[in-house]
C-alpha cells in the first residue's frame, strides 16, 4: 500500500507558509485538505510531490525520503493535477492525455495495447471521448480541467494529488468527479484533494485536514473536523449545520446587516 509522510515540514521563501507538517495518506483513502486562500495547500501539495523542496522536515514516499528519490520513480508513484495550468499546447484530447504513460512507458518507448486501454477508460472515466481530437487550446476552462484529471489517471499511480480538482466543473461533473474520486480510493489508490467546499468532503472524504496558520490545525473523520463552530472560525462567518442522512449542509447563522 502506498503512502507518502510528512515529517515536521517547514517552507517559506519570503515568510513562513509551512511551520512544522505532520501529515501522512495512504492507499485506499480519500483525504481533503481544508484551508482559506492562501493557507498554504497548494505549497504543501507541491512538498509532497517533491516539486519544492522544505526548508526543514522530510517527506517520505513508501517510507524512503523524497529528496532520495529520482524524478522518474517519483512520476511513477504519484499524479499530480494542478491548479489553472497553462494550456498554450496545440496537442489534441487524446494526445495530452496520453502524455500521462510516459513515466510508466517512457518517452521513446512504443504506445502499447495496454497504454491505449489505460488512455481509453481515462477519456471515457472524465466523459471526454466526444473531445478526443479536439486541439487542448480551444477547450473550455471546465474542459481542460477534465483533460488534466484524465491525464492524471492515465498515469495509473498509486497516489494522486489534487488541487481544487472541483473548480470550473459544472455541477453534474463535479459530483461525477467526486464519485470517481471515491472509487479510485476503494480501488486502493490514496487519494489527495484541495478544496473549498466542505459540504462534498463531509460526504466523500474519508479524513480531513485542515491547514492553518502554517500547520494541520485538524486531522480526523469529516463528522468531526468538519462542523459548524469549527467551520465558522476557519471562514470567520457564523454558519450552523444540518445534517441529512450522510450529508452535512451549512448555511449562514446571521444575513449581513443592511
Ligand atoms: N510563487 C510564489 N512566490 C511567493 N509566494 C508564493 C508563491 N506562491 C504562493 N505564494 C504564497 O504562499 C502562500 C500560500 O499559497 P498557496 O498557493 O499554497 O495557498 P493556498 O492555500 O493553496 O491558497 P488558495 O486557496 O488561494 O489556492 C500565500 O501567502 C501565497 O501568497
Known amino acids: 500500500m502506498a503512502t507518502i509522510a510528512a515529517g515536521g515540514v517547514v517552507f517559506g521563501r519570503e515568510r513562513p507558509v509551512l511551520r512544522g507538517i505532520d501529515f501522512a495518506l495512504s492507499g485506499g483513502e480519500m483525504v481533503g485538505l481544508l484551508g482559506v486562500n492562501g493557507a498554504g495547500k497548494s505549497t504543501l501539495l507541491r512538498v509532497l510531490l517533491g516539486l519544492l523542496a522544505p526548508q526543514a522536515g522530510v517527506v517520505r514516499l513508501n517510507g524512503v ?48 495495447m495496454r497504454d491505449r486501454r489505460i488512455v481509453d477508460q481515462a477519456l471515457e472515466r472524465l466523459g471526454l471521448h466526444a473531445l ?43 459530483l461525477r468527479l467526486l464519485d470517481l474520486l471515491r472509487q479510485l480510493a476503494w480501488e486502493g489508490k490514496a487519494v489527495l484533494l484541495t478544496s473549498h467546499r466542505p459540504e462534498e468532503l463531509f460526504a466523500r472524504a474519508d479524513r480531513v485536514a485542515v491547514l492553518r ?8 473523520a469529516p463528522e468531526v473536523v468538519i462542523e459548524a463552530a469549527a467551520m465558522s472560525a476557519l471562514y470567520d462567518v457564523p454558519l450552523r449545520q444540518v445534517d441529512e442522512g450522510r450529508h452535512r449542509f451549512f448555511y449562514r447563522a446571521e444575513a449581513p446587516e443592511g
Open 132 to 174: 478526443a481530437g479536439r486541439p487542448c487550446n480551444a477547450l473550455s476552462g471546465g474542459e481542460w480541467q477534465r483533460v488534466l484529471l484524465a491525464r492524471a489517471l492515465a498515469q495509473d499511480t498509486p497516489i494522486l494529488i489534487l488541487d481544487e480538482p472541483l473548480s470550473g466543473l459544472d455541477y453534474g461533473h463535479q
Open 65 to 112: 525520503a523524497l529528496s532520495g528519490c529520482r524524478r522518474s520513480a517519483i512520476a511513477r508513484s504519484m499524479a499530480y493535477v494542478p491548479q489553472g495550468q497553462d494550456r498554450r499546447l496545440s496537442f489534441t484530447v487524446a494526445e495530452m492525455v496520453m502524455l500521462g504513460r510516459v513515466p510508466q512507458a517512457g518517452l521513446r518507448g512504443a504506445v502499447s
Open 213 to 220: 496558520d502554517g500547520v494541520i490545525a485538524a486531522d480526523g
